[in-house]
T-cell receptor, first 114, second 114 residues
Framework: DSGVTQTPKHLITATGQRVTLRCSPR?????VYWYQQSLDQGLQFLIQ???????AKGNILERFSAQQFPDLHSELNLSSLELGDSALYFC?????????????FGDGTRLSIL | GENVEQHPSTLSVQEGDSAVIKCTYS??????FPWYKQELGKRPQLIID?????GEKKDQRIAVTLNKTAKHFSLHITETQPEDSAVYFC?????????????FGTGTRLTIIP
């Protein structure tokens, strides 16, 4: 158990819909990172939040957005879903206070678009 | 931005033999290099990491070496066991306070042959 909690574990929806993925970081971690992993693909960095602020952006589509709340949990919003958005979405957390920490991953949310 | 290349993409090794996976990175400012192991359908798990001020790090059967001049780093697994079968990802980042973006390699599927 990494201490990073992601919900839901599975999500099945249709094209054009909108979904929200949730992540609770490990206790004390201030940063949350979102990654997308498509079938047989590597891990693509989407976005990082640190203590409520966006800090780094990767290959995140304009249809996707994220935020980190005062309690440090984060949500990734995916809208106007397309078949190609089907993937595993991982959240990772790190950074305790002013100390860099390795990123630890949650179990992921498997998103299936029908 | 950073680009990480990983080789080989697949590797089959007889149980008890050693396995070596190699990665190269492009940004000379990168200073943190973690390795993750991912079993099918599971989350990536950090197995070892190294910072740029260290040339080698060992943890039981696993070791990582770093050559900053050549900008490459390698994962070495000795005395391989069936449970080592998984996909291994290398990554690189600039380890900077509050702002960290991991760039992953494309993964190596390691199969241990009993």
């Amino acid at each position: 158990d990494s201490g990073v909690t992601q919900t839901p574990k599975h999500l099945i929806t249709a094209t054009g819909q909108r979904v929200t993925l949730r992540c609770s970081p490990r206790s004390g971690d201030l940063s949350v990172y979102w990654y997308q992993q498509s079938l047989d693909q590597g891990l693509q960095f989407l976005i990082q939040y640190y203590n409520g602020e966006e800090r780094a952006k990767g290959n995140i589509l304009e249809r996707f957005s994220a935020q980190q709340f005062p309690d440090l949990h984060s949500e990734l919003n995916l809208s106007s879903l397309e078949l190609g958005d089907s993937a595993l979405y991982f959240c990772a957390s790190g950074m305790k206070g002013d100390s860099n920490q390795p990123q630890h991953f949650g179990d992921g949310t498997r998103l299936s678009i029908l | 931005g950073e680009n990480v290349e990983q080789h080989p993409s697949t590797l089959s090794v007889q149980e008890g033999d050693s396995a070596v996976i190699k990665c190269t990175y492009s940004d000379s400012a990168s200073n943190y290099f973690p390795w993750y192991k991912q079993e099918l359908g599971k989350r990536p798990q950090l197995i070892i990491d190294i910072r740029s001020n260290v040339g080698e790090k060992k943890d039981q059967r696993i070791a990582v070496t770093l050559n900053k001049t050549a900008k490459h780093f390698s994962l070495h697994i000795t005395e391989t066991q069936p449970e080592d079968s998984a996909v291994y990802f290398c990554a690189a980042s600039i380890w900077d306070f509050g702002n960290e973006k991991l760039t992953f390699g494309t993964g190596t599927r390691l199969t241990i042959i009993p």
